[in-house]
């Protein structure tokens, strides 16, 4: 078994981190791969739709600014180094950026999930304290994403090599140069420099009106993410010690990701 000298993190494993699961995707790439409901990918559209432009969409308090798309594809950062000085890159695909009058950016992340309690429903147990877990949870996505669109890497060898590695098919030399150099104009629309606010809006079903189509109501609230890079730096610091390790962490107990296969799991198998 090899280790890559880089290690390329997605912003979602920062949030849903199993140790096991990922050291297996990152050193052997073993990956539990689930099935993305349809459905979810339609919300998520509507949603970036819906708070496009004017930045006070997401909520009344911001300064002025403009809400942007930064695109539904891959990009990724430059070369970046941890507390320990090792080599690591970030990839992914955030929800939004806003660009405010003042130069300064914001990262924007949606998330259709309760955010309050139904008062309708008396056995509705949802609290503030839950909210708060959600927030901490996704609390480094937004950190990644910053890193993110503040570094992103316009190497063309690289990129060449990267939209080979996603497209297997991509075999004209021509094609493949106009796909990155297309690339390279997106980077220069949502590269970002100081951050002012991170934060998440989350979107949830209010109510619903049934005639003779379904009709579901959306309500959706904005929380503000405290800017720690630090923090980030520290955890980015904390993964790349359990990757760098010698063997796979054993599988937790509190993993779904892991249940299809920690029953069975023999890491002498591995080699």
Do not use: W
């Amino acid at each position: 078994m090899m280790k890559n000298k880089s290690y390329i993190i997605n912003p979602s494993a920062l949030s849903y981190f199993c140790p096991h699961c990922e050291y297996l995707k990152q050193n052997y790439n073993l990956v539990n791969k689930s099935i993305s409901a349809g459905i979810t990918g339609e919300l998520d559209g509507i949603e970036k739709n819906f708070f496009l432009g004017d930045c006070r969409k997401i909520d009344k308090n911001l300064p002025k600014g403009e809400t942007i798309d930064p695109l539904n594809i891959y990009f990724y950062t430059k070369i970046l180094y941890d507390e320990k000085k090792r080599p690591y890159r970030i990839m992914g695909k955030g929800d939004a950026i806003i660009k405010f009058e003042d130069g300064t950016c914001g990262i924007i992340d949606y998330k259709t999930s309760k955010f309050e309690k139904n008062e309708n429903n008396k056995k509705d147990y949802f609290t503030n304290e839950k909210l708060q877990e959600k927030v901490d949870m996704y609390n480094p996505q937004l950190h990644a994403y910053f890193m993110l669109y503040s570094n992103l890497e316009t190497d063309e060898s690289f990129l060449k090599e990267m939209h080979k590695k996603r497209y297997p098919r991509a075999k004209d030399p021509i094609k493949i140069s106009e796909a990155v150099d297309k690339n390279l104009q997106r980077i220069k629309k949502i590269s970002v420099n100081k951050a002012k606010i991170f934060g998440l809006v989350f979107v949830y079903p209010k109510s619903s009106e049934l005639n003779e189509s379904i009709k579901v109501n959306f309500n959706y609230k904005f929380c503000e993410v405290p800017i720690e890079m630090n923090k980030f730096k520290n955890r980015i610091t904390d993964y790349l010690d359990v990757m760098h390790k010698k063997s796979p962490p054993s599988p937790p107990e509190s993993c779904d990701k892991c249940l299809m296969h920690k029953h069975f799991y023999d890491p002498k198998k591995l080699k």
